[in-house]
Nanobody, 120 residues
Framework: QVQLVESGGGLVQAGGSLRLSCTAS????????MGWYRQAPGKQRELVAT???????NYADSVKGRFTISRDNARNTVYLQMNSLKPEDTAVYLC??????????????WGQGTQVTVTV
């Protein structure tokens, strides 16, 4: 049906940068909102950033000024550019999408997650 696949996670030192990518594929008519969430060990999953099809972006206060979300509608891909990374950014980052299937049915999908680890 539909799947979201993330990539770009890894191990970096504090102050470094990473760029995450998430591509949606399958029976998709359109994607209205794509976003990134993260979950650290022992903590609740939290919203990092979202972006609409019209490119309106929203960020968690903790990442404002450091992270930038963007999307390529032609490729059904969302990106998260992460700069000035801090150890507290360490988490599994998950891609999420609200979309319409080719049959006009609304769905919410999650990717499998990609690990981001920031060392001191």
């Amino acid at each position: 049906q539909v799947q979201l696949v993330e990539s770009g996670g890894g191990l970096v030192q504090a102050g470094g940068s990473l760029r995450l990518s998430c591509t949606a594929s399958g029976s998709i008519r359109s994607i209205n909102v794509m976003g990134w969430y993260r979950q650290a060990p022992g903590k609740q999953r939290e919203l990092v950033a979202t972006i609409t099809s019209s490119m309106a972006a929203n960020y968690a206060d903790s990442v404002k000024g450091r992270f930038t979300i963007s999307r390529d509608n032609a490729r059904n891909t969302v990106y998260l550019q992460m700069n000035s990374l801090k150890p507290e950014d360490t988490a599994v980052y998950l891609c999420n999408a609200d979309l319409w299937s080719t049959r006009g049915i609304p769905y919410n999908y999650w990717g499998q997650g990609t690990q981001v680890t920031v060392t001191v």
